[in-house]
């Protein structure tokens, strides 16, 4: 009986033992500061802007947008395409064209 008891005890004295030294070691709260980058919150005026707008900033803001790289025409049909085909935008065919000309204008090579 004790064979079985002793190691029981043991555990359990270690258990304790780590909870007392956890409980003793206060929590440190310190203040850091952190600078985000700046946020882009609205869409460039243009021709367009209103489809753009209904169409695209759904599912994401405005800065998923502004924050690409210049991209030349061809580069924003396959990302309006992508957003259509894979992530399942509702991106009205009709509309393609419109958003392609809008991305191009704003974020094409200058
Ligand atoms: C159904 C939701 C949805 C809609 C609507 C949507 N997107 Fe996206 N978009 C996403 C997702 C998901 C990602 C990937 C996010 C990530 O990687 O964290 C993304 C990412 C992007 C990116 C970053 C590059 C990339 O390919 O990951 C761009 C640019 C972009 N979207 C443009 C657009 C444009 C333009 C429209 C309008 C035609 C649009 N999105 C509409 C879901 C959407």
Redesign the pocket.
């Known amino acids: 009986m004790t064979r079985k008891i002793l190691p029981l005890a043991l555990v359990s004295a270690v258990a304790v033992a780590a909870l007392a030294a956890q409980a003793k070691a206060p929590t440190a709260l310190k203040s850091v500061d952190v600078k985000l980058p700046k946020s882009v919150h609205a869409l460039p005026d243009g021709p367009g802007l209103a489809v753009?707008h209904n169409?695209?900033l759904?599912?994401?803001s405005a800065g998923?947008?502004m924050n690409?790289p210049a991209m030349p025409k061809a580069a924003w049909e396959v990302?309006?395409n992508?957003?259509r085909n894979v992530?399942?935008?509702?991106?009205a065919e009709k509309d393609i064209p419109t958003?392609v000309e809008y991305?191009t204008a704003v974020k094409g090579p200058k």
């Open positions: 753009v169409t695209c759904g599912c994401h998923m947008i690409q990302e309006v992508k957003m992530y399942k935008a509702p991106v958003i991305l």
